[in-house]
């Protein structure tokens, strides 16, 4: 870079405030949105519910998703 009357010396780091301030901000709605939240453990468990598909009762345990009808049906529904 050559030197001239508006250029900052070359050992100067040039930072841009308002980026680093996005940069926090980006972080901190991050965390406020999702926290500590683990997407694997977001389990549904409806026990003793019947399954829409089969009629069988769901188990504990037993992995299971909503219908857009609102019932519940096995994950891999053995039907």
């Known amino acids: 870079m050559t030197e001239g009357p508006t250029s900052p010396p070359e050992d100067y780091d040039l930072r ?4 680093e301030e996005g940069r926090r901000l980006e972080e901190a ?13 977001n389990e549904l468990h409806a026990d003793g519910q ?3 598909r089969c009629g ?5 345990g037993d ?3 909503r219908t857009a009808s609102g019932g519940y049906q096995h994950e891999v ?3």
């Open 29 to 41: 709605v991050e965390h406020e949105t999702y926290g500590e939240t683990d997407f694997e453990e």
């Open 50 to 52: 019947m399954c829409a």
């Open 63 to 65: 992995e299971v998703r």
């Open 56 to 60: 069988r009762a769901i188990a504990p």
């Open 16 to 19: 841009n405030p308002n980026e």
């Open 77 to 79: 529904c053995p039907a």
